[in-house]
């Protein structure tokens, strides 16, 4: 990669910033359609984040950026249009920056989600979690023709805040007995190292797909391995979500075979 005075610049906002992947991608994909664009992450804490998204309204050869946690509900407030998706769900994964400084914000967390899982019509799905991503993915769902979704987290501020975003008999808080019908769970919360809320996942159909949202295995992951359920990893959301990423940020579509290139590289292949 030769890095000019001209080079676009893109960029994720993390906290901690050392899991993210996208540079790898994103710089892969450029090296290879031979683009004079660079990505790199920022680690950036919240109490930063303000004056960041300040400070990058004035970098002029910033192409844009994506949003991960803990930012997305924050760098929500902090932009100029928003595109209806992003407006009802009040949370952001990928920003353009205008030739004027503005910026516009876009989440398509849901529809790489839902893409992963594949068809839900009819299905009966769990969320866990109910930030950002977790009401990007209920809202794909609904759209999807999911029949009913129910959610499970610990601050009662964002469940209430769900509940009022989806006004929607077919959008319920979690209760035990629920478990037996449902056939799509989506783990959109960052835990890793145990099964949140202690979830009995033998209670749960075998046909049932268990979707991460984080890159690396989880305890949930390995539980839902052991009994047979199929397992859809974190790569295969990204994987939906970085052909729609890029284009709203570069303008430009990248082959599909780039994308399987890239995503390669880094020992994932095609979902």
């Known amino acids: 990669m030769n890095l000019t005075g001209k080079t676009r610049i893109f960029t994720i906002l993390a906290h901690p910033s050392t899991h993210v992947v996208a540079p790898s991608i994103y710089n892969h994909i450029f090296t290879q359609m031979r683009l004079d664009m660079a990505y790199i992450a920022h680690d950036v804490a919240p109490e930063g984040i303000e004056e960041t998204i300040h400070a990058f309204r004035t970098w002029e050869n910033l192409g844009g950026f994506n949003v991960t946690v803990p930012h997305k509900e ?99 808080v979690f209760h035990p007995e629920d478990l037996e019908s449902i056939n799509v769970v989506v783990q959109a919360t960052p835990v890793v190292d145990y099964i949140p809320f202690d979830l009995d996942l033998s209670r749960l159909r075998k046909d049932t797909r268990v979707l991460e949202t984080v890159m690396r295995p989880t305890a949930l992951s390995d539980s839902a391995s052991e009994y ?35 995503f390669g590289t880094l020992g994932y292949r095609r979902p």
Do not use: W
Request: glycine share 10%; aromatic share 6%.
């Open 228 to 262: 047979r359920l199929e397992v859809i990893p974190g790569y295969a959301m990204l994987y939906f979500q970085t052909k729609q990423n890029f284009k709203l940020l570069t303008g430009i579509e990248v082959p599909d075979s780039v994308v399987e290139s890239a």
């Open 74 to 172: 924050s760098v929500a407030g902090l932009l100029d249009i928003s595109s209806q998706t992003t407006s009802r769900i009040r949370a952001v994964n990928t920003v353009v920056r205008h030739e004027d400084g503005t910026f516009e914000g876009h989440n398509t967390d849901g529809i790489g989600a839902q893409k992963a899982i594949g068809d839900v019509r009819g299905a009966h799905c769990l969320v866990i979690g109910a930030g950002g991503a977790a009401r990007a993915i209920i809202n794909a769902l609904i759209i999807a023709g999911a029949e009913r979704i129910c959610f499970i987290n610990r601050s009662s501020s964002h469940a209430k805040k769900l509940l009022d975003i989806f006004s929607s008999d077919r959008v319920t």
